[in-house]
């Protein structure tokens, strides 16, 4: 079994930065990649940035300079660091992974609330 551990949300400013961060843990023989997604209230999940293995990465047009999603393997751990934030990126947001375990299996952790406001 896989978990995926997100932290760091909570409430920022207009221009203000966070850094979520989101630990997997479990039967983990190799991760192929992991990426955040958030959802705001009366809108569809989007994809907002995502890291593979061989350390590319792709990002949400919303979001290009001013987020950056970096991962530390010896840790199965990505980060997403948010600059600039807009109230627009209030949503939750949800880490995905896709695991390599017994199985391949697509992960998701229980999100955690984003909140851009003055």
């Known amino acids: 079994q896989v978990q995926l551990v997100e932290s760091g949300g909570g409430l920022a400013q207009p221009g203000g930065s966070l850094r979520l961060s989101c630990a997997a843990s479990g039967s983990i023989f190799g991760i192929n990649y992991m990426g955040w997604y958030r959802q705001a209230p009366g809108k569809q999940r989007e994809l907002v940035a995502v890291i593979s293995s061989d350390a590319s990465t792709n990002y949400a047009d919303s979001v290009k300079g001013r987020f950056t999603i970096s991962g530390d393997n010896a840790k199965n751990t990505v980060y997403l660091q948010m600059n600039s934030l807009k109230p627009d990126d209030t949503a939750v947001y949800y880490c995905?992974?896709?695991?390599?375990?017994?199985?391949?299996?697509?992960?998701w952790g229980q999100g955690t609330q984003v909140t851009v406001s003055s």
């Open positions: 995905n992974a896709f695991v390599r375990s017994t199985t391949y299996v697509d992960v």
